[in-house]
């Protein structure tokens, strides 16, 4: 989809055309999917995150003037639907699900048992791919979403400023900061990650 | 150069935005060094590894679930536009969607024959996670939450939550749910599931022990059943 198309599908969208916005979202889903897992770490928050989101997008595009690219307005409000839901759950101070599954793991890993265990190769891979997200997990949220807005979504230090209403220094100093942070998360499990 | 302004440059040196004549100071304050060299070869390491991360698929019906919500969604904000005569309230955008909880609800996921995706239970022993792209979410499945409305007696008066996931519930499927409770499982809810909520809220006298939900399609040939055994509250 070029620009102009994008702009033109916008447009319809604001007008309640139900057939464009079908369209919009097809076009965004997966990357908005992805973001919300980086973000949250976990699948089915993800999902959560991912249709609030979508809502607020149908709830707000009027008000979408076009001076953002829509997809900076777009993960703006993904973020924004993450960092909300992180901070509802502190108020509550929810009693976390992986510490309650973890109580549960037992009668959890009983009933689940992988069907056909690939390659050794594909675990340990997966084992790094988990160990690292995990370590996003445990940075602060807006290290976290900084993080994951750079690295996995590839935005510039530009749009990250855009999207977290934070000025290019701070978000320069502030990754910087993330990544050393991650870095040193990641140090007892260097050898997983060994050029 | 200190060491506390040397860490300040490593990004933008690994991202080779420093001018020359800082990259020159830095290089030179890393010869001399060692420890600030190999935090550089390890912030490059971890920052090559951050730029790999894989992909993941979607979920299985997220798409129609969405449209099916929005639809949901816009039939409610058409109808609150018609009762008000407001063509546009700003504060809806920012109503809360969830419910608040009192404080420490407890929280809880539980499965039974299906399987379910945890983050922990994918690192746990057992190994059966061997693929990203083969995650368990990709299976229907059912998140559970029990909000009481006394913390402080999880066990009497709360909120018992199912949230469904992976489930082909477009409107012509009808998914319908009905929530079971106790030894005689007596019914306690029954309800069409995405009209317009992702999840159930049943109100209950106290906390039950066993609870059986079955979710059956109307059109479609899709039933799924799961019972769980809630494990015994130990308080906030
Ligand atoms: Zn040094």
């Given at each position: 989809m070029t620009p102009a198309e994008e702009k033109l599908l916008i447009e319809r969208c604001k007008q309640g055309d139900q057939?464009?916005?079908?369209?919009?979202?097809?076009?965004?889903?997966?990357?908005?999917?992805?973001?919300?897992?980086?973000?949250?770490?976990?699948?089915?928050e993800a999902n959560d995150i991912s249709v609030d989101a979508f809502l607020r997008v149908f709830q707000a595009i009027r008000l979408f003037r076009g001076d953002a690219n829509f997809s900076t307005w777009l993960f703006r409000i993904v973020t924004?639907?993450?960092?909300?839901?992180?901070?509802?759950?502190?108020?509550?101070?929810?009693?976390?699900?992986?510490?309650?599954?973890?109580?549960?793991?037992?009668?959890?890993?009983?009933?689940?048992?992988?069907?056909?265990?690939?390659?050794?190769?594909?675990?340990e891979q997966t084992e790094r791919w988990e160990k690292l997200q995990e370590a996003i997990n445990a940075l602060p949220d807006y290290q976290r979403a900084m993080i994951v807005l750079y690295h996995t979504e590839g935005l510039s230090?530009?749009?990250?400023?855009?999207?977290?209403?934070?000025?290019?220094?701070?978000?320069?100093?502030?990754?910087?900061?993330?990544?050393?942070?991650?870095?040193?998360?990641?140090?007892?499990?260097?050898?997983?990650?060994?050029? | 150069m200190q060491c506390q302004t040397a860490q300040e440059l490593f990004s933008d040196y690994i991202a080779q935005e420093l001018d020359r004549a800082m990259t020159l100071s830095l290089e030179h304050h890393l010869s001399a060094c060692p420890a600030c060299r190999d935090e550089v070869a390890a912030l490059r390491r971890t920052w090559q590894a951050l730029d790999r991360m894989p992909r993941v698929d979607l979920p299985p019906y997220f798409h129609e679930n969405l449209i099916s919500r929005i639809v949901a969604e816009q039939a409610r904000v058409e109808q609150e536009a018609a009762a008000r005569r407001a063509a546009w309230d700003w504060r809806w955008l920012f109503r809360p969607r969830q419910l608040?909880?009192?404080?420490?609800?407890?929280?809880?996921?539980?499965a039974s024959a299906e399987v379910i995706q945890t983050q922990r239970a994918a690192l746990g022993p057992v190994g059966w996670v061997t693929?990203?792209?083969?995650?368990?979410?990709?299976?229907?499945?059912?998140?559970?939450?029990?909000?009481?409305?006394?913390?402080?007696?999880p066990a009497r008066r709360g909120t018992l939550i199912v949230r469904w996931y992976a489930m082909p519930a477009t409107p012509d499927s009808g998914l319908t749910y009905s929530v079971l409770t106790g030894p005689q499982d007596t019914s306690v809810s029954t309800g069409v599931l995405f009209q317009p909520d992702t999840?159930?809220?049943?109100?209950?006298?106290?906390?039950?022990?066993?609870?059986?939900?079955?979710?059956t399609g109307a059109t479609t040939r899709f039933r799924r059943e799961w019972s769980l055994t809630l494990p015994k509250a130990s308080g906030p």
């Open positions: 057939a464009a916005f079908d369209k919009l979202i097809r076009a965004y889903e997966r990357r908005v999917y992805n973001l919300a897992y980086r973000l949250s770490g976990n699948y089915d924004n639907v993450y960092l909300d839901r992180r901070k509802r759950m502190k108020n509550r101070q929810h009693l976390s699900l992986e510490e309650y599954i973890e109580l549960e793991e037992n009668s959890v890993a009983r009933q689940v048992e992988d069907p056909s265990p690939g390659p050794q190769a594909t675990i230090y530009e749009e990250i400023a855009q999207v977290m209403s934070l000025n290019i220094g701070t978000v320069k100093s502030r990754l910087n900061r993330a990544r050393l942070l991650l870095r040193e998360k990641l140090e007892p499990i260097k050898e997983l990650f060994g050029s | 608040a909880f009192g404080a420490a609800a407890l929280a809880l996921v539980l693929s990203l792209f083969r995650h368990p979410s990709q299976q229907p499945h059912i998140r559970v939450e029990w909000a009481p409305e006394n913390p402080a007696d999840d159930a809220r049943i109100q209950l006298e106290q906390r039950p022990e066993t609870v059986r939900i079955r979710v």
